[in-house]
């Protein structure tokens, strides 16, 4: 199976800092591009975005690593 996918969205900001993230991995079932919004101008906003796509890009080597085959990943993890 091949499954594609591409989801996206701009904003215009006066943000000092830019607090968003993205990563991506490419293994050798899938590939994929991950995107984290800073959430504005809360305080940890940076290290939040920066941790999820950490949480995704981990998971994603596990993913691959077991061919998408029973796979659960744990929430739980991600919120940590």
Do not use: H, P, R
């Not at 969205?9 to 490419?26: L, M, R, V």
């Not at 906003?45 to 949480?55: C, M």
């Amino acid at each position: 199976m091949n499954f594609q996918s591409i989801i996206s969205s701009n904003s215009i900001t006066n943000k000092s800092e830019n607090q968003d993230c993205c990563g991506e991995f490419d293994g050798n079932n899938f590939k994929s591009l991950y995107v984290a919004d800073g959430l504005g101008t809360y305080k940890y906003a940076k290290l939040a975005s920066e941790k999820i796509i950490g949480f995704f890009k981990k998971n994603s080597e596990k993913l691959d690593a077991e061919q998408v085959k029973n796979i659960q990943i744990d929430f739980k993890d991600m919120y940590q």
